[in-house]
T-cell receptor, first 114, second 111 residues
């Protein structure tokens, strides 16, 4: 019974392509996040949604567009992929948007742009 | 992260010894400090957290201390075991509900 799931697990694509990553949580949480983990393991928040509403939007290129069709799903679409987009992308969820409770991470999507 | 500094970046300890990781933060209004553990190829998972109304919290072999005046907090792992080998991240909540993570500490426990 997976709490936070992401698809795909691996994504290899060429520069300039457009790709999407999907995330789903079955924990009944109100808040979902996208994080980027680079090759140095640094974890940086990209976006946060609470009940389908955008709460946090970090300084991320507008090639990245999140979409939350309902509070259990948060997808990430990336246009015109660049080499620097190669990273592991983690989805996470938490009960509230306060940030002061546990965040449950998905298994990650390893994106490689060639 | 630019708001949370974490040291050391790598730590090698003999099995059975203790490991200590230290973090400092810049926002004096921060009041929630979680620690996440990420094993190789796995997802980050919360191992312990502390809120600003307490100075110390312990859970079996893991403890966290918080010094609000100095704006630093530390993770202590006692009697380290091989399964403690992982990357550990500290984090602090900022005013705008955003968790800012430290750069991570790679802990290796030598058998």
């Amino acid at each position: 019974d997976t709490a936070v799931s992401q698809t795909p697990k691996y994504l290899v694509t060429q520069m300039g392509n457009d790709k999407s990553i999907k995330c789903e949580q079955n924990l009944g949480h109100d808040t979902m996040y996208w994080y980027k983990q680079d090759s140095k393991k640094f974890l940086k928040i990209m976006f946060s949604y609470n009940n389908k509403e955008l709460i946090i939007n970090e300084t991320v290129p507008n090639r990245f567009s999140p979409k939350s069709p309902d509070k259990a799903h948060l997808n990430l679409h990336i246009n015109s992929l660049e080499l620097g987009d190669s990273a592991v992308y983690f989805c996470a969820s938490s009960p509230s948007y306060s940030g002061r409770d546990e965040q449950y991470f998905g298994p990650g999507t390893r994106l490689t742009v060639t | 992260g630019e708001n949370v500094e974490q040291h050391p970046s790598t730590l090698s300890v003999q099995e059975g010894d203790s490991a200590v990781i230290k973090c400092t933060y810049s926002d004096s209004a921060s009041n929630y400090f979680p620690w996440y553990k990420q094993e190789l190829g796995k997802r980050p998972q919360l191992i312990i957290d502390i809120r600003s109304n307490v100075g110390e919290k312990k859970d079996q072999r893991i403890a966290v201390t918080l010094n609000k005046t100095a704006k630093h907090f530390s993770l202590h792992i006692t009697e380290t075991q091989p399964e403690d080998s992982a990357v550990y991240f500290c984090a602090a909540i900022l005013n705008d509900y955003k968790l800012s993570f430290g750069a991570g500490t790679t802990v290796t426990v030598r058998a």
